[in-house]
């Protein structure tokens, strides 16, 4: 089961990074240039607090970063559209960023991974859609 942890500590960290890469190669309207950087620069931060607290076992460091991903989320320059697909993804991300924080809060290091694994799937499935409505 541990290797299994690692693969997916791993393949989580790798997301993160392409994840990275494709939000620099997108071009916002300038005056939200500032702000969706500074969101996506949290979310990042965020990303690799919980990558090396998984790989430490800290879940102190998890809880906090899960916990300001939903405060994020919550905040209004979040809401890029209002349709009701992209509020259905922003919903399934608080959800999954939730069980997260609850795994990391019972200590729970493989369901805290599988966990982070959703989040960050359900982070590449809203950026694909915010690709495909522009």
Not at 114 to 131: P, S
Request: charged share 25%.
């Amino acid at each position: 089961m541990g290797r299994l942890v690692t693969g997916m500590i791993v393949l989580a960290a790798l997301c993160t990074v392409v994840l990275a890469c494709k939000a620099q190669d997108q071009e916002p309207e300038p005056q939200q240039i500032d702000e969706r950087q500074a969101y996506m620069q949290r979310k990042l931060d965020d990303a690799r607090h919980i990558v090396e607290g998984l790989s430490m076992e800290d879940f102190d460091k998890i809880v906090a970063a899960a916990n300001d991903l939903i405060a994020i989320s919550h905040e209004s320059g979040w809401n890029t559209l209002t349709s009701e697909a992209y509020l259905q993804l922003s919903s399934e991300f608080r959800s999954s960023a939730s069980r997260l924080r609850k795994m990391a809060s019972e200590k729970n290091l493989d369901g805290a991974t599988l966990a982070y694994f959703e989040v960050t799937m359900n982070c590449v499935r809203c950026h694909k859609f915010l690709r495909e409505q522009k």
